[in-house]
């Protein structure tokens, strides 16, 4: 499950070029109601983003190997491949240093407060990422929004071919609390299961708990809480469900930035055990 660091992205090696999406949409089964998002999980930066960053070289790889939710997309891969009903993944193509899409992009981001809002503009040990005055507004443009309709696309998808969609985040967290971190006082297990209040129904929380119990201990939003739910939908649509795994590091992986080892796998396995409890429930 190794991935290979990358600062560059396919876009900015064709200029001229009608840029991709900034994410990959991976079809499952037409009739799963399952979306497995992995939106931290790449390390590409494309060159015109790098050229406003204000960190060198080997400084921006040792932030990527903090930042990086490393591995996560090969974990859902697995998941995928081991479920029985094969669900949908849409999968972040860019570092969360271009633009986080998880982030509010406006005063409702309390990450705002650290300099981490859909555009970080400070590190995760609160160091100058991008210049003062930096101007969001491109960036949150030309990935960005692009991003956040073709999640909505997807969920309001599985709605339609399912009468219902679960959205399951695919995170990981690093063992030892980052500077950046606004709750990084409290516990942390091996596994933590955000949740949202209008979207994740009970079923579904027993389910993760179940599925992730043989890790050692699972908690609940704690240092992270929420789920992501496309802001179209976000409170207003009861058969969107959502649930965050955070999957602590040291799990599966040398910190920070390191190989994936055999926990992986396990993880993996896991996963889909979540995503055939999911499928099966009406």
Same mark, same amino acid.
């Given at each position: 499950m190794?991935?290979?660091?990358?600062?560059?992205a396919?876009?900015?090696r064709?200029p001229?070029?009608t $840029? $991709?999406?900034?994410?990959?949409l991976?079809p499952?089964?037409?009739?799963?109601?399952?979306l497995l998002?992995?939106?931290h999980?790449?390390?590409?930066?494309?060159?015109?983003?790098?050229a406003g960053?204000?960190?060198?070289?080997?400084?921006?790889?040792?932030e990527?190997d903090?930042?990086?939710?490393?591995?996560t997309?090969?974990?859902a891969?697995?998941?995928?491949?081991?479920?029985?009903?094969?669900?949908?993944?849409?999968v972040n193509?860019?570092?969360?240093l271009?633009?986080?899409?998880?982030?509010? $992009?406006?005063e409702?981001?309390?990450?705002?407060?650290?300099?981490?809002?859909?555009?970080?503009t400070?590190t995760t040990?609160?160091?100058e990422?991008?210049?003062?005055?930096?101007?969001p507004?491109?960036?949150l443009?030309?990935?960005?929004s692009?991003?956040?309709?073709?999640?909505?696309?997807a969920?309001?998808?599985?709605?339609?071919a399912?009468?219902?969609?679960?959205v399951i985040d695919?995170?990981?967290y690093p063992?030892?609390?980052l500077?950046?971190e606004l709750h990084?006082?409290g516990?942390?297990p091996?596994?933590?299961l955000?949740?949202?209040?209008?979207?994740?129904?009970?079923?579904?929380?027993?389910?993760a708990?179940?599925?992730f119990?043989?890790f050692?201990?699972?908690?609940t939003?704690?240092?992270?809480?929420?789920?992501?739910v $496309?802001?179209?939908h976000?409170g207003?649509?009861?058969r969107?469900?959502?649930?965050?795994v955070?999957?602590?590091?040291d799990?599966?992986?040398?910190?920070p930035g390191?190989?994936?080892?055999p926990?992986?796998?396990?993880?993996?396995t896991a996963?889909?055990?979540l995503?055939?409890?999911v499928s099966r429930t009406a």
């Amino acid at each position: 499950m190794n991935e290979t660091p990358r600062t560059d992205a396919p876009e900015a090696r064709r200029p001229d070029a009608t $840029p $991709p999406p900034p994410f990959d949409l991976l079809p499952g089964a037409p009739d799963s109601p399952v979306l497995l998002h992995v939106p931290h999980s790449s390390r590409a930066v494309p060159a015109d983003v790098r050229a406003g960053i204000l960190l060198g070289d080997g400084e921006l790889e040792r932030e990527l190997d903090h930042i990086t939710d490393a591995h996560t997309a090969a974990i859902a891969a697995a998941a995928a491949a081991a479920a029985g009903t094969v669900p949908w993944r849409f999968v972040n193509r860019l570092s969360r240093l271009v633009v986080d899409p998880e982030r509010f $992009p406006d005063e409702r981001e309390e990450m705002a407060a650290v300099g981490m809002g859909a555009v970080y503009t400070r590190t995760t040990h609160r160091a100058e990422l991008r210049p003062a005055g930096f101007d969001p507004a491109p960036l949150l443009d030309r990935y960005f929004s692009p991003y956040a309709r073709g999640m909505a696309e997807a969920v309001a998808e599985r709605l339609a071919a399912a009468g219902r969609a679960v959205v399951i985040d695919v995170h990981s967290y690093p063992s030892a609390p980052l500077p950046y971190e606004l709750h990084g006082d409290g516990p942390r297990p091996p596994v933590c299961l955000g949740t949202d209040a209008f979207h994740t129904p009970p079923a579904l929380l027993d389910a993760a708990r179940e599925a992730f119990g043989g890790f050692g201990g699972v908690g609940t939003d704690s240092p992270f809480a929420g789920a992501y739910v $496309p802001l179209a939908h976000y409170g207003r649509e009861p058969r969107v469900h959502a649930l965050m795994v955070e999957i602590r590091r040291d799990l599966y992986m040398r910190e920070p930035g390191g190989a994936a080892g055999p926990g992986a796998a396990a993880l993996g396995t896991a996963l889909a055990e979540l995503v055939d409890a999911v499928s099966r429930t009406a």
